[in-house]
């Protein structure tokens, strides 16, 4: 069993940065692919970006790319969203999510999802 609980959402202004963590109870923390996804007022849960249990590969939404960076420090059981360049349109809940399969969670088909964190960006 994995428990998710986010932190790090506020409101900033456009160009701004904010770094979300997630930190992670369960003692097999480091064996499941850890992710974030993000929804919109009005709109569906997308996905954000993923990251193997070992941390070794990522993978990230074509908005996300070259903007977010998602890390994982499995001794503080804890995985990171790291957002830059931020935009009007990345205003949204962010969640985090786990599974141990690492394409389920880019598909939306993970089995752990933490409660969500608000990020505000203003122009």
């Known amino acids: 069993q994995v428990q998710l609980v986010e932190s790090g959402g506020g409101s900033v202004q456009a160009g701004g940065s904010l770094r979300l963590s997630c930190a992670a109870s369960?003692?097999?923390?480091?064996?499941?692919?850890k992710g974030w996804f993000r929804q919109a007022p009005g709109k569906e849960r997308e996905f954000v970006a993923v990251?193997?249990?070992?941390?070794?590969?990522?993978y990230y939404s074509d908005s996300a790319k070259g903007r977010f960076a998602i890390s994982r420090d499995n001794v503080k059981n804890t995985v990171y969203l790291q957002m830059n360049s931020l935009k009007p349109e990345d205003t949204a809940v962010y969640y985090c999510?786990?599974?141990?399969?690492?394409?389920?969670?880019?598909?939306?088909?993970?089995?752990?999802w933490g409660q969500g964190t608000q990020v505000t960006v203003s122009s």
């Open positions: 999510a786990a599974d141990v399969n690492y394409n389920d969670i880019i598909a939306g088909r993970n089995d752990y």
């Open positions: 990251i193997s249990y070992g941390g070794g590969s990522t």
């Open positions: 369960g003692r097999t923390f480091s064996t499941y692919a």
